[in-house]
């Protein structure tokens, strides 16, 4: 199984938070489809596969139950407001140009082990604070 994995990211948080976005994007050159089904890191307690949902004017996070499709010759880019990995629990605060370890589990291709390299949050993350709409 051939899967590239390129340009890995997290997504720099405050340390009340104690969870960051990952992101990535997977090529897969093989010969057949795989499936992202989990991941983990020494650095968080958990880490879940998301989705996006529009709901109504806003969007909403959700767990990926089945996993991540993974089809031959199509990228699929983990990006913000899209597919993403949520890191929970983070055990301290992530700094600009960290590495994060991230061990990223598929169903064929085995374990694939990749760094995240801490960024800023830039704009999108505050387009995103300002469309959130508290639900109730």
């Known amino acids: 199984m051939s899967i590239a994995i390129t340009r890995p990211w997290a997504r720099i948080q405050t340390i009340e938070s104690r969870e960051a976005g990952g992101f990535l994007t997977f090529n897969n050159d093989g010969p057949e489809a795989d499936r992202l089904v989990g991941a983990e890191s020494p650095l968080a307690d958990k880490i879940d596969l998301h989705g996006i949902k529009v709901v109504g004017a806003g969007t909403r996070m959700m767990p990926l139950e089945k996993g991540l499709g993974i089809p031959v010759g199509m990228p699929i880019e983990l990006k913000p407001r899209g ?39 830039g704009p999108i993350g505050s387009d995103v604070l300002g469309n959130y709409k508290s639900p109730g």
């Open 83 to 121: 597919y993403h990995l949520q890191l929970h629990g983070l055990r301290a605060p992530l700094q600009l140009g960290q590495k994060v370890p991230v061990t990223l589990l598929f169903e064929k291709a085995g374990r694939r082990d990749v760094e995240l390299v801490v960024e800023a949050e």
